[in-house]
């Protein structure tokens, strides 16, 4: 008996201890430096050391980059990289190369002019030089051919500052008004690229220029989020650690600790009036972030098109007959609609690619949904390169 209670006594100390030990991270977590750290990851400074004015060193050819430093509205400096297109590259470099640049002084204004431009906003963590980011640099200025601007945030890379969405914004602003203005790139030219966090920097932004009328070419969203909220009630750490969840046994607990996080992202938001062409791009195989943020992205982009709702939800018990028949017929409506709005097609062994036209001169919708690519590799892949190529109509396969 008494050996039964020491160790029922000891399980009680575990789970208290278990408790007090989740609590206290709750609680750490509630504090906006803690947050930053955990969603912003920018003190993991990878590659170490990096030495930024030499990008050759992490795999892009020589004199290919240029590398630059930008000032933001609030008086941060950035760097940033300017790789070239391939196609220009090679009409000035040719093989064995010479001990100089052979490019000409003007070679950055030139491959602006001669083809579109990408801004690339990279994830959490680690900086443009990461390897995986370079990989994507090669990509886009070797398939797609086009110029790639690559920054990092205030606190990322060599930057002094502290991350916040209010400051990642004029960072991102900063590298915008860069191409367009000092180099007098036509904003028609211009794609926005994000990927992971950067996807809720993008929506931030494109929000912003639409706001002054400003349209770019298109915006590229690759694992994308639809707000830090729902981003933590769905993430678990290792792939099995709820975060937030467990709040859910006390109702609302989960909704109002959500609601007092510092940056919030809330690109289903920002995302709702812009009217440029939207690409999103989401691995099936995606570990850190499930692709249902992305299938959310997409359907409430569609949401206006559709038939309304006549109520806002289906709550079987407390509905009258007459209410549950008109539920169904709407569902049933929208579900025609959807239909008729919504082209899908899926290419065996590669993706599904889903999209749909808005009218009033807004640019369509895709939905690339691949099988593999993870959460950092996709937008790499050759076959995500083409679909964007061909949304995005950058003449590929016309050099
Ligand atoms: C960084 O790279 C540049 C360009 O290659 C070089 O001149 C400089 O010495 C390097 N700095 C360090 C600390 O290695
Ligand atoms: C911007 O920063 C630079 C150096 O960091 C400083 O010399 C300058 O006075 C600042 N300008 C403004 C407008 O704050």
Redesign the pocket.
């Known amino acids: 008996m008494a050996r039964l209670d020491r160790i029922l006594l000891k399980a009680n100390l575990w789970l208290l201890s278990a408790v007090s030990l989740y609590a206290f991270a709750l609680f750490l977590f509630a504090t906006p430096w803690v947050q930053r750290q955990a969603l912003f990851s920018h003190a993991a400074k990878w590659p170490l050391w990096a030495n930024f004015s030499d990008p050759v060193r992490y795999g892009l050819a020589p004199y290919k980059t240029y590398t630059f430093s930008l000032?933001t509205s609030?008086?941060h400096?950035l760097g940033a990289w300017h790789v070239l297109p391939d196609a220009y590259y090679h009409t000035h470099t040719p093989y064995p190369i010479l001990p100089r640049s052979p490019l000409p002084p003007n070679a950055q204004a030139e491959a602006f002019a001669q083809r579109p431009t990408v801004i690339y906003f990279h994830g959490n963590a680690a900086s443009r030089a990461a390897h995986y980011r370079v990989s994507l640099y090669s990509a886009l200025s070797t398939r797609l051919n086009v110029n790639v601007v690559a920054i990092d945030y205030r606190g990322f890379g060599e930057n002094a500052g502290k991350p916040s969405q209010a400051g990642l914004t004029r960072d991102a602003r900063a590298a915008f008004d860069w191409v367009t203005k000092d180099m007098g790139v036509d904003t028609v030219r211009v794609m926005l690229m994000g990927q992971s966090l950067g996807t809720g920097v993008v929506s931030q932004l494109a929000a912003e220029l639409e706001s002054e009328g400003i349209r770019p070419r298109g915006i590229v969203l690759v694992a994308a989020f639809e707000n830090i909220e729902e981003l933590l009630s769905t993430y678990t750490i290792f792939k099995f650690l709820p975060i937030v969840r467990p709040l859910r046994l006390f109702p609302g607990l989960e909704r109002w600790y959500l609601s007092h996080l510092t940056d919030k992202f809330d690109s289903s938001l920002a995302l709702r009036d812009i009217s440029c062409p939207i690409l999103l791009m989401h691995a099936r195989n995606d570990g850190d972030i499930p692709c249902t943020h992305s299938v959310h992205l997409f359907d409430s982009l569609l949401e206006p098109l559709l038939p309304e709702r006549p109520f806002t939800r289906f709550e079987e018990e407390t509905m009258s007959e007459g209410q549950k028949a008109e539920w169904e017929s709407n569902d049933e409506e929208r579900k025609e609609m959807r239909k008729t709005l919504v082209q899908e097609i899926t290419v065996e062994g590669f993706a599904t690619i889903r999209s749909f036209d808005r009218p009033e001169g807004r640019g369509p919708v895709f939905f690339l949904n691949t099988l593999y690519g993870g959460h950092n590799l996709i937008s790499s892949h050759e076959g995500a390169m083409d679909v964007m190529g061909r949304v995005m109509d950058l003449g590929i396969g016309e050099q």
């Open positions: 000032t609030d008086n400096t």
